[in-house]
Nanobody, 127 residues
Framework: QVQLVESGGGLVQAGGSLRLSCTASGLTFSRYAMGWFRQAPGKEREFVASLTWSVWTAGLSTYADSVKGRFTISRDNAKNTVYLQMNGLKSEDTAVYYC?????????????????WGQGTQVTVSS
């Protein structure tokens, strides 16, 4: 069974930092683009960031405008893990954060293109 397990969420003050991790099992991790999405109460799930895989070159990262310059996505294929470093956190970043795997590998912002999803980790930013 394919599993994506997020960790690293918690409570942080505005302006602080957190690093989320997502460890995958049951799939060939390096073949997938990995994405991060989030869902706040009363809102639809939205794209946060994604990172493609590559053999010969560095992967291509994509960010939502709302997090660009504050969040950084990275991956360690040897550990089957993707990370989301979140700096300068704001109250509006409060949400459940989900990681997802996209076999298409293009790091699209469309939720439907991701085949596998984790169960999420809560991030709460207090102001």
């Amino acid at each position: 069974q394919v599993q994506l397990v997020e960790s690293g969420g918690g409570l942080v003050q505005a302006g602080g930092s957190l690093r989320l991790s997502c460890t995958a099992s049951g799939l060939t991790f390096s073949r997938y683009a990995m994405g991060w999405f989030r869902q706040a109460p009363g809102k639809e799930r939205e794209f946060v960031a994604s990172l493609t895989w590559s053999v010969w070159t560095a992967g291509l990262s994509t960010y939502a405008d709302s997090v660009k310059g504050r969040f950084t996505i990275s991956r360690d294929n040897a550990k089957n893990t993707v990370y989301l470093q979140m700096n300068g956190l704001k109250s509006e970043d409060t949400a459940v954060y989900y990681c997802a795997a996209d076999l298409r590998g293009d790091g699209a912002k469309v939720l439907a293109q991701y085949e596998y999803w984790g169960q999420g980790t809560q991030v709460t930013v207090s102001s």
